[in-house]
């Protein structure tokens, strides 16, 4: 079985200040799932054999077998599985690509064996901010600590130049840097912010405590300026950047701006917005 993992943008992504009950921050963000997407693929093993999940080139834990964990303690009493993901994903880079392999695995296992829905949300929503969103990947707002997901209608056409900087940024340090420069919104602005959508895109919060902690963003945001992006912002807690185009011909401006990047920053692609993504039924058979 096969499964797409779509990575995330996030359109805009206001913080407030952080909750006294888990210490984590209230936010309000609008996910935007990718065409850059890591790919999982399950295979049943026989009775006896313990569930595996191997990610060549990715070291240190990993979210998708949380996700299997957490659905074993469950209850999910479906054979044994070894799920193997293909990284396209920047690791360690603001676009949610250990959440996307999560929420794909949860996928995957529902398709062995059904799993009640709610019991597929309370996972994800335990294994972190980012992975209810991309259960159900689409355009998404999301509140709480970005946890708490209401599904949004499409947006106009437009499209993105990702741009992947050759550096990492823990999430965790990028909050503690952004408290340190103060730049939590009051909770009252917070919930204004939250009840104005459609609001702003192509704000976000966070961007200063990225560049505070990796410099370079700022010659990848001039870049994609440069190229020609209405918007340059970026990727939640960063470095990966973006720049986005609005139009009918957005996808066409992309290609030609995407052109310009591509010399001095050679990981850089066009991505478009996915909804709906499921297994890829032709390897299926």
Same mark, same amino acid.
């Given at each position: 079985m096969h499964e797409l993992a779509p990575g995330k943008?996030?359109?805009?992504l206001f913080l407030g200040p952080v909750r006294k009950e888990d210490g984590r921050h209230e936010?309000?963000?609008?996910?935007?799932?990718?065409?850059?997407c890591d790919e999982l693929t399950l295979t049943v093993l026989d009775a006896g054999a313990t569930d595996e999940v191997v990610c060549p080139g990715v070291e240190g834990p990993n979210l998708a077998a949380d996700a299997l964990a957490a659905l074993r303690a469950s209850g999910w009493d479906a054979p044994? #599985?070894?799920? =193997?993901?293909?990284?396209?994903?920047?690791?360690a880079a603001g676009m949610g690509g250990g959440s996307a392999d999560a929420a794909a695995a949860l996928r995957l296992a529902e398709r062995v064996s059904p799993v009640p829905p709610q019991t597929l949300d309370a996972i994800a929503a335990s294994l972190g901010a980012d992975v209810p969103a991309q259960l159900r990947p689409g355009l998404s707002l999301g509140t709480g600590a970005?946890?708490?997901i209401e599904p949004l209608a499409p947006l106009p056409e437009h499209a993105f130049a990702i741009v992947p900087l050759p550096h990492a940024l823990?999430?965790?340090? #990028?909050?503690? =840097?952004?408290d340190?420069?103060?730049?939590?919104?009051?909770?009252?602005?917070?919930?204004?912010?939250?009840?104005?959508?459609?609001g702003q895109l192509g704000i976000n919060d966070l961007e200063p405590a990225a560049r505070s902690l990796c410099p370079p963003i700022d010659a990848a945001l001039a870049a994609i300026r440069s190229a020609g992006a209405e918007a340059a912002l970026v990727c939640g807690s960063g470095p990966t950047c973006a720049g986005v185009w609005w139009g009918p011909d957005a996808r066409a401006r992309a290609d030609v701006g995407i052109r310009t990047l591509v010399p001095d920053f050679p990981a850089a692609s066009v991505a478009v917005p996915v909804a709906g993504i499921g297994h890829n039924s032709e390897q299926d058979r």
């Open positions: 943008v996030n359109l805009c936010l309000v963000t609008v996910y935007d799932s990718v065409s850059l044994p #599985v070894r799920i =193997e993901i293909v990284k396209r994903i920047p690791v970005g946890e708490l823990a999430t965790a340090s #990028v909050y503690v =840097e952004a340190r420069l103060g730049l939590g919104r009051p909770r009252e602005e917070l919930a204004a912010l939250r009840s104005s959508w459609p």
